[in-house]
């Protein structure tokens, strides 16, 4: 099962190498944050809670990015990755990054809400149903039969 989230683009940075220190290809990354807020179903309000996520791609999801623009609405698929280390004075440290790994857009709101109108049907006459008279009923005299009991 993956994570999901879909948001809309806040911010694109500009890809960062780091460099390797056993000298062999740097690494590159590269951060977008993501508006993941959500809205009420029933009234379309935002919520008064700011979902603002932080997230990064590396290697060739970097120049990946490049095809998408601020305001794009896109989803995300990513997997938490933790690292833990010895600072020099030895105390122990950890930190959390989420790593994407697919990216894939998404209508903008204004279209969704183009496409959500309701398209005008046109009217086709119904044919209307043909009724076939039956005779009154009669009784065993052939003299037109009564519904009252008496």
């Known amino acids: 099962m993956s994570n999901q989230v879909t948001g809309r683009l806040v911010y694109i940075g500009q890809p960062q190498e780091i460099p390797s220190k056993s000298g062999g290809n740097p690494f590159v990354k590269r951060e977008f944050i993501l508006d993941a807020t959500t809205h009420d179903p029933y009234t379309g309000e935002r919520s008064q809670y700011e979902n603002i996520l932080p997230l990064e791609v590396s290697g060739d999801k970097c120049a990946e990015l490049d095809q998408y623009r601020i305001g794009d609405v896109i989803t995300v698929s990513f997997a938490l990755q933790g690292r833990e280390w010895t600072n020099q004075d030895g105390q122990v440290k950890r930190m959390v990054s989420i790593r994407c790994y697919k ?47 008496f």
Do not use: I, M, S
């Open 103 to 149: 990216l894939e857009a998404r209508r903008p709101v204004q279209q969704v809400a183009q496409a959500a109108q309701p398209v005008q049907p046109t009217v086709q006459p119904v044919p209307q149903p043909t009724y076939q008279q039956f005779p009154p009923p009669v009784d065993a005299n052939g003299e037109p039969k009564g519904d009252l009991p």
